[in-house]
Structures are given as C-alpha cells and as structure tokens.
C-alpha cells in the first residue's frame, strides 16, 4: 500500500470561506467517492492556528505505485487540484506501509 498525504497552505490575504475555496474543498472531499483506486480517504481544514500549521490536509492510500499514478492522472483529481493552484501552495508524501 501507498500512503499519499497533501498538506495545503492557503496563499497570503485568502480566507477558508471564499467562494472558490469552498468549492475547491468540496471537489477534494468528493474524490473519495469518485475515484476506484482510492482505498482510504479523507481530507479537512486543521484546526489549530499554530504560524507553521498547513491550513488543509488530504490522508489518503492506493494499492501501489501504478494506481498512485491512475490517481493523479484522474480527470477528477487534475480538475480540483487546478482549483487548489489559484490559492494555495501543498507538500506531497508518498510513502509504502
């Protein structure tokens, strides 16, 4: 199995109630449902307010590398990750457990 984590920071002057970032947020929650390689999945906004805190984070697990890339390569992955690029910078992980 493949662990993928995302940590997201929220870009200088954008707030977690704009429009497009909750949208953008609500495209990444439904992944879950929408797409076959994902064996875990969950995502949401941290709730500490620590200065080096990321702002949203994605905990998710494929069955390997090949449906690791099915699953950035996804239609639905492509189009909210573009959602997240107008606001935000992420760190990925991948790691095998």
């Given at each position: 199995m493949i662990?993928?984590?995302v940590l997201f920071k929220l870009?200088?002057?954008v707030q977690r109630d704009e429009p497009r970032v909750v949208a953008g947020a609500e495209a990444f929650r439904a992944l879950g449902g929408q797409i076959d390689e994902l064996r875990f999945w969950?995502?949401?906004w941290n709730i500490t307010d620590r200065p080096i805190a990321?702002?949203?984070a994605i905990n998710s697990a494929v069955e390997d590398v090949a449906a690791l890339k099915r699953y950035?390569?996804?239609p639905a992955?492509?189009?909210a990750a573009?959602?997240?690029r107008e606001f935000?910078?992420?760190v990925i992980a991948d790691y095998e457990f």
């Open positions: 662990r993928h984590l870009n200088e002057g969950e995502c949401d990321y702002d949203f950035v390569d996804h992955h492509q189009s573009a959602q997240w935000a910078t992420w």
